[in-house]
């Protein structure tokens, strides 16, 4: 009888090479899965920067806009109780009764004087246009169906530097990870109708 002996040249790895294998695979992989994470978060946090940034634009030209109107009144002989800057310093300075104003371009007419008790004056709803129209995203403060709360805030304050010059500041508030964010924007406004 005639034994016949096979060597067998096919070797499988061991437990312990799998483990070290499956280490070297993580710390490889983990750096990039961190940065993934980082990624998608500074462009959250980047979103929402632009987001404010161009909120709190709107709020301003709003309140040239305003300015400019008060201006043209006053040019073509009307009176307007607060001069030239009637309905802007007025509802937006900070007073016994009031801490600052809000204003929606999406609502004509729309400075009102937040009462220094109204902590939800300033948040903003948002409307998410249906994707098959062609309306666009806005943020207003109408709370008809279909508006929801955004996580903006936007509020305009104003000082009176001299009869004929204000200050302006227009002031966006998020959360972003629970880190309290701002966005904020000044500007001088003039009268240059002069006294």
């Not at 695979?25 to 946090?45: D, R």
């Not at 129209?133 to 530097?161: A, C, D, M």
């Amino acid at each position: 009888m005639i034994r016949l002996f096979s060597t067998n040249s096919q070797k499988g790895f061991s437990l312990v090479e799998m483990l070290v294998a499956i280490s070297i695979l993580f710390i490889a992989t983990t750096p990039a899965l961190f940065l993934a994470s980082q990624g998608t978060s500074t462009m959250v946090y980047s979103k929402n920067a632009v987001t404010a940034k161009f909120l709190a634009e709107e709020g301003m030209e709003y309140m040239n806009n305003q300015r400019d109107s008060n201006l043209l009144k006053i040019g073509l002989g009307q009176s307007l109780a607060g001069g030239w800057i009637d309905r802007i310093h007025d509802r937006c300075s900070l007073t016994e009764f009031s801490t600052s104003c809000r204003v929606d371009p999406h609502s004509p007419g729309s400075i009102v004087a937040c009462a220094t008790n109204d902590a939800d004056c300033d948040v903003l709803r948002i409307y998410n246009a249906p994707p098959d129209t062609n309306q666009e995203t806005k943020y207003s403060h109408n709370q008809s169906p279909g508006w929801t709360v955004s996580i903006f805030r936007r509020n305009v304050t104003t000082v009176l530097i001299t009869p004929d010059e204000i200050e302006v500041t227009v002031t966006v508030r998020w959360m972003d990870k629970n880190q309290p964010k701002t966005f904020e924007l000044k500007q001088n406004f003039f009268n240059l109708l002069g006294a």
